[in-house]
């Protein structure tokens, strides 16, 4: 789609079980900014089964002008082709300039279907947006080839102009104003539009037969806290005491691509260029040597802590709290020591 | 049964340059390998095969690169693909995945009938996952992303696990259909000596920008709708603190204050 006839920042706010998700707000925070520079107006567009007015309330409280709700049934979890369908719509008949989506399951499924349908030009996990002066264009910078190289990229005449951004890299946008949780507000219905998508943009090949929740274990890009565990753990008896180091600091726990390839953990848990990429507030190395392939996927966390016996290890460049020793013996009394550190 | 496999060659990651002007990799001189993660897709796609009746399914690899991607082509020959398909043609140099997944999808589309789509979940540097939904919005299949077990296959339909922030989906997909896979979905196997020697003497078609029918606006860098104007590297500055400890006690100190660390940034 090339034309000029384009305004307005989206953002694709993610629902489960009619509840947004935090990297909603996320997106709040990155499409406020650029709204504001751009003078456009900032619309929140949610797609799901039944959305709350409070829950839609909530996106107004946190900077969006406008809520476009689209609901059906066949909404309510993520299938690519009905929610492409009524995104390709909304974008044909809104003209927005700006779409942004979660670099999540959903957001990686469902923007590079939309921008072919639509013939937009889409950067897939960027870190970085910000708006061109002069030209408006959409600057997004995102990490090539490993995260060696930070690149700008520019979709200078496609419109609309899609990104996709890390969950984790912006805060959540706070409640500008007290969200009147559910009350009509007197501008409510101003600002906040549901509508029922016509019944041949829900039809969809796929079909959701079933569903296993994966129970205690979190999704280490989800988590703010993150532990990870290499191939200085030895064995797979020894996991446990990473474990239970993630456990006393409330993280989640991960791994680095040697560990998962020996069976002792799960690829949901790896981390890396052939794994997840993370970007929590912060991210504990235990035994972890630091491969580019590790670096990056997790370089681009907060604070970087590293214990490794190994004084040379890559880690210790991108950390700020190093730790040269042997981490079985490190481990246990820092489980303590944190433990009398959260008491306090 | 047909199925097909688009692999991408990719450079080693750890020693690539960039061309400053275009913003774009240089390739020459830097050793390829086949996308670590199109190995999962490859062995997905022959697993499957070898489940079905002898002859009754084949899998193509197909790849869209320079002429010397047809190595990457043999290897996929050589762990079991049926045989392989090099789309290559100076006029799709720079394509971003919009270009790149319009030649893949219109190569798909030359090679007729197809059940099955399989692609990896990314290709290691580039880093987007963007070409295998790319693929299916222009051949206007479904999709299904980030599969990590392959159910079933067969009378029209494919049941499939898909690895979501939460936990599994299971999904149906009636065919044809693209999927992307993850590494739990099947551990590559090696090439054996047969394979290899089939490989070798495989014939490999090249199709250029004349044998598909794709316009030509949508070729190639001009074709592409994102441009790359900028690379710089980051600022990686980060000032370690980092402590040795000799003995029993400095650990005991050096853990505290690690705790105490966290504890000041609000990291606990």
Redesign the interface.
């Known amino acids: 789609m090339k034309s000029e006839r384009h305004s307005g920042v989206w953002i694709l706010a993610e629902q489960?079980a009619g509840r947004l998700g935090r990297v909603s707000f996320e997106l709040l925070t990155r499409g406020r900014a650029l709204a504001d520079k751009r003078g456009a107006e900032l619309t929140a567009i949610v797609m799901g089964a039944a959305l709350s007015d409070a829950e839609l309330d909530e996106l107004t409280a946190r900077g969006a002008d406008r809520v476009i709700a689209a609901e059906a049934p066949r909404l309510e979890?993520?299938?690519?082709?009905p929610h492409?369908a009524c995104m390709c719509e909304l974008i044909a008949r809104r003209r927005p300039e700006i779409v942004i989506a979660a670099a999540?399951?959903?957001g990686?499924?469902?923007?590079?279907?939309?921008?072919?349908?639509v013939?937009?030009?889409?950067?897939?996990?960027c870190t970085e947006l910000d708006i061109e002066p002069g030209t408006g264009n959409l600057?997004?910078t995102r990490?090539?080839?490993?995260?060696?190289?930070?690149?700008?990229?520019?979709?200078?005449?496609?419109r609309p102009q899609m990104a996709t951004v890390r969950p984790h890299s912006a805060r959540p946008a706070p409640r500008r104003v007290p969200a009147c949780r559910g009350q009509a507000g007197p501008d409510r219905t101003d600002k906040v539009e549901r509508y029922r998508p016509a019944e041949a943009l829900l039809a969809?090949?796929?079909?959701?037969?079933?569903?296993?929740?994966?129970?205690e274990q979190r999704?280490i890009?989800?988590a703010d806290?993150v532990v990870a565990v290499g191939r200085g753990i030895k064995r797979a008896e020894n996991i446990p005491l990473v474990a239970a180091l993630a456990e006393a600091?409330?993280a989640a726990l991960g791994a680095t691509r040697d560990v998962?390839d020996r069976g002792w953990l799960?690829?949901?848990h790896?981390i890396g260029?052939?794994g997840k990429t993370i970007a929590p507030?912060?991210y504990v190395g235990v035994g972890v040597s630091g491969s580019?392939?590790h670096l990056?996927g997790m370089?681009t966390a907060e604070?970087?802590?590293?214990i490794n016996n190994d004084?040379d290890a890559q880690i210790?460049?991108?950390?700020?709290?190093?730790?040269?020793?042997d981490l079985f013996?490190?481990v246990p009394?820092?489980i303590?020591?944190?433990g009398?550190?959260?008491a306090? | 049964m047909r199925i097909i496999v688009p692999i991408k060659q990719v450079p080693e990651?750890?020693n690539?340059r960039?061309d400053e002007q275009t913003?774009t990799?240089i390739r020459e001189g830097v050793e390829a390998i086949v996308n670590?993660?199109d190995l999962y897709a490859i062995e997905a796609a022959i697993r499957l095969a070898e489940g079905a009746p002898a002859g009754e399914c084949e899998v193509v690899a197909i790849s869209m690169g320079p002429p010397k991607a047809l190595v990457a082509l043999r290897e996929a020959i050589a762990m079991g693909a049926d045989s392989a398909v090099l789309v290559t043609d100076k006029a799709f140099a720079g394509s971003?995945?919009?270009a790149t997944?319009?030649v893949l999808a219109a190569a798909i589309r030359k090679l007729g009938r197809f059940d099955l789509v399989i692609c990896g979940e990314r290709a290691?540097?580039?880093?987007?996952?963007?070409?295998?939904?790319?693929i299916?919005?222009?051949l206007d299949?479904?999709?299904?992303?980030?599969v990590?077990r392959v159910e079933s296959l067969g009378e029209g339909r494919c049941?499939v696990s898909?690895?979501?922030?939460?936990?599994?989906?299971?999904?149906?997909?009636?065919l044809p259909?693209l999927l992307t896979v993850?590494?739990?979905v099947a551990s590559p196997r090696l090439p054996t000596l047969r394979g290899k020697q089939r490989a070798r003497r495989a014939d490999v078609p090249h199709w250029g920008a004349a044998d598909l029918d794709v316009a030509a606006d949508n070729l190639g860098l001009a074709g592409?709708?994102?441009?790359?104007?900028?690379?710089?590297?980051?600022t990686?500055a980060?000032?370690?603190?980092?402590?040795?400890?000799a003995d029993?006690r400095a650990?005991?100190q050096?853990?505290?204050e690690?705790?105490?660390?966290?504890?000041g940034?609000g990291?606990?």
């Open positions: 489960s979890h993520f299938l690519l082709e492409a999540t399951t959903t990686r499924t469902l923007m590079p279907y939309v921008a072919v349908k013939g937009a030009g889409l950067t897939a996990d600057l997004q990490p090539a080839i490993g995260g060696n190289i930070l690149a700008t990229i520019l979709t200078p005449r496609h969809g090949r796929v079909r959701r037969v079933g569903f296993t929740p994966s129970g999704s890009q989800d806290s600091m409330g998962v799960s690829y949901p790896q260029l052939s507030r912060l580019i392939q990056a370089q604070t970087i802590v590293a004084p210790f460049k991108v950390a700020d709290f190093g730790i040269v020793a013996e490190v009394i820092l303590e020591k944190i009398a550190a959260k306090k | 990651t750890t690539v960039m913003g990799m670590p993660l971003d995945t919009w997944s319009c290691t540097d580039g880093d987007t996952g963007q070409v295998g939904p790319g299916a919005a222009w299949i479904p999709a299904v992303t980030y990590n049941r898909q690895l979501v922030e939460d936990g599994c989906q299971r999904l149906e997909m009636s259909g993850v590494k739990d592409s709708p994102t441009r790359v104007v900028k690379i710089f590297r980051p990686v980060r000032n370690c603190r980092k402590l040795a400890p029993e650990v005991e050096t853990a505290g690690l705790a105490g660390f966290l504890h940034k990291l606990l």
